[in-house]
């Protein structure tokens, strides 16, 4: 099927700052692709190039078949930027209206989508009054709008309680379900491993790693024994396999290779052991690990 977004060796500069550095990036119509990285890896910068705000330097970008900074392309996307403001005088309903003309849609559109948001109430209040978690809201209904090919969205859930970010991803599941791809970066990185098809790890302006979340996770080798024991943390590091020791509140976690040998030493050295259980790696340890040079 043909990519809803393609980057190829996308490379940019601000002055003598290099922030990307030959990215490369594919999303697939249904697929959701996770940008994460730490700060200052070059996220901001792809994905203002990707929607069209900044202006290529060198490389390709391919959104829908065409340019993103040619208007007609962008009415196949749908963005989410942190920190826009909007008008003071406009309402909900009529920005949502707009945003789905812009796109080509009719103004009747914005109906449907202000009631999967739970907006419709909102609908003739002026969206520069409303709480941050309903102005996420409202972005996320101008974006999602007329059905974009490719929905791009930095932090999306920022700001939304526990209800109204379940809500979104099932609206995104469904629009996944339609063919549209997604491209999003978060920082809450375990509901991403949830969701997302690919993980895509920038760091230094560099891809990193482009796989599934499991696979990522499948890297670090590493697990963890936890327990509470009334041991010192110089005996608990003597233990055979047993290569980090780290205190969180009563309990201890010991980072292993070998959770059986560790297992086995613990409760040979304290018969009374307590709250044992082995925790595997999640996806932030993997990305962690990852920006910082030490996949283990
Ligand atoms: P991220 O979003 O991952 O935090 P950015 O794309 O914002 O990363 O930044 C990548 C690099 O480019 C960083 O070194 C940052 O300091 C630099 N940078 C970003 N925006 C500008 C700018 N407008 N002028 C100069 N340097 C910038």
Same mark, same amino acid.
């Given at each position: 099927?043909?990519?809803?977004?393609t980057?190829?060796?996308?490379r940019?500069?601000y002055?003598?700052?290099?922030a990307l550095?030959?990215v490369?990036?594919t999303? @697939?119509?249904?697929?959701c692709?996770?940008?994460?990285?730490?700060n200052? =890896?070059?996220?901001?910068?792809l994905? +203002?190039l990707v929607?069209? !705000?900044l202006?290529r330097q060198?490389? #390709?970008i391919?959104?829908?078949g065409g340019d993103?900074?040619d *208007?007609r392309?962008r009415r196949?996307l749908?963005?989410?930027?942190q +920190?826009?403001?909007?008008p003071?005088?406009l309402k909900?309903?009529? !920005?949502v =209206?707009g945003a789905?003309?812009?796109?080509? =849609?009719?103004?009747?559109a914005?109906?449907p989508?202000l009631?999967?948001?739970?907006?419709?109430s909102l609908a003739?209040?002026?969206?520069?009054?409303?709480? %941050?978690? #309903? #102005?996420? @809201?409202? #972005?996320l209904g101008m974006a999602?709008?007329?059905?974009? *090919?490719?929905?791009v969205?930095?932090e999306?859930?920022?700001?939304?309680?526990?209800?109204s970010r379940? @809500?979104f991803w099932e609206i995104?599941?469904?629009r996944?379900?339609r063919g549209? %791809?997604?491209l999003v970066?978060?920082?809450l990185?375990e509901e991403? +491993?949830?969701? *997302?098809?690919?993980v895509?790890?920038v760091?230094?302006?560099k891809?990193?790693?482009d796989e599934r979340?499991? @696979?990522?996770?499948?890297?670090?080798?590493v697990?963890?024994?936890v327990?509470?024991t009334?041991?010192a943390?110089d005996?608990?590091a003597?233990?055979?396999?047993v290569?980090?020791?780290n205190?969180?509140g009563d309990e201890?976690?010991l %980072?292993t290779r070998?959770?059986?040998q560790?297992l086995?030493a613990?409760?040979?050295e304290?018969p =009374?052991?307590?709250?044992?259980?082995?925790?595997?790696?999640?996806l932030?340890?993997?990305?962690?690990?990852?920006?910082e040079?030490? !996949?283990?």
């Open positions: 099927m043909n990519e809803v977004l980057v190829r060796d996308l940019h500069r002055g003598g700052t290099v550095d030959g490369d990036l999303v @697939r119509p249904g697929e692709v996770a940008l994460l990285g730490p200052g =890896a070059g996220k901001t910068t994905v +203002s929607t069209g !705000l202006a060198t490389g #390709q391919s959104l829908a993103p900074r *208007a392309t196949g749908g963005a989410v930027q +920190s826009i403001g909007f003071n005088t909900v309903g009529e !920005l =209206a789905a003309v812009r796109r080509g =849609a009719s103004r009747g914005a109906g989508v009631a999967e948001l739970d907006l419709t003739n209040r002026r969206a520069a009054k409303l709480s %941050g978690g #309903q #102005q996420q @809201r409202v #972005q999602l709008v007329g059905d974009p *090919a490719l929905l969205l930095d999306p859930t920022v700001g939304l309680d526990v209800p379940r @809500r995104l599941a469904e996944r379900f549209a %791809g997604v970066t978060t920082h990185i991403c +491993s949830e969701v *997302a098809d690919r895509v790890v760091s230094k302006g891809v990193l790693a979340p499991d @696979r990522l996770i499948d890297r670090i080798t697990r963890s024994v327990a509470t009334t041991l943390d005996r608990l003597a233990l055979p396999g290569l980090s020791v205190r969180d201890v976690h %980072g070998n959770c059986e560790v086995r613990l409760l040979a304290d =009374a052991v307590g709250g044992l259980r082995v925790e595997g790696a999640r932030e340890d993997a990305v962690v690990h990852l920006t040079g030490s !996949l283990v």
